[in-house]
C-alpha cells in the first residue's frame, strides 16, 4: 500500500505547477485523497481533497481556493493538483494522502496512508 507524490520544483510567483499522486497496491474507491502541505516549523496544513465516492466531490482551503484544482485521473488511482497563480507563500513540502474515514477529513490524524513529500517552491 503506497502512494507516490511528484510534481513539485522551483517556480516564479504567478506560475503554475501540477503534482500527481499515483496509488499503488490498492484501489482509491471509497477513499477521500487529500493535499497538505507544511513548512518547516509549522504544522502541517491541509490544502484540499476529493472524494472516490460516487460524487467524486472537492473540497479546499480557503487559502488556496481558486487557485489550485484537484481531480481525479481516468485511471482513478492517481489524483492531481493543478496549482496555479503561486504565491511564494505557498512554499513548502506538499504531501498527499488517503483517508477511509468517509467523509472529506482536514485532520491529518484521519488520513492512514502518506506518501512522501514533494518539494514546491514559489520563488523569483
Known amino acids: 500500500v503506497q502512494l507516490q507524490a511528484c510534481g513539485g520544483g522551483l517556480v516564479q510567483p504567478g506560475g503554475s505547477l501540477r503534482l500527481s499522486c499515483a496509488a499503488s497496491?490498492?484501489?482509491?474507491?471509497?477513499?477521500?485523497i487529500g493535499w497538505f502541505r507544511q513548512v518547516p516549523g509549522k504544522e502541517r496544513e491541509w490544502v484540499s481533497c476529493?472524494?472516490?465516492?460516487?460524487?467524486?466531490?472537492?473540497y479546499y482551503a480557503d487559502s488556496v481556493k481558486g487557485r489550485f484544482t484537484i481531480s481525479r485521473g481516468n485511471d482513478k488511482n492517481t489524483v492531481f493538483l493543478q496549482m496555479n497563480s503561486l504565491k511564494p507563500e505557498d512554499t513548502a513540502v506538499y504531501y498527499c494522502?488517503?483517508?477511509?474515514?468517509?467523509?472529506?477529513?482536514?485532520?491529518?490524524?484521519?488520513?492512514?496512508?502518506w506518501g512522501q513529500g514533494t518539494l514546491v517552491t514559489v520563488s523569483s
Open positions: 494522502a488517503g483517508s477511509t474515514a468517509g467523509w472529506p477529513s482536514t485532520d491529518r490524524d484521519e488520513y492512514a496512508y
Open positions: 497496491g490498492f484501489t482509491l474507491d471509497y477513499h477521500y
Open positions: 476529493i472524494s472516490f465516492l460516487s460524487d467524486g466531490s472537492d
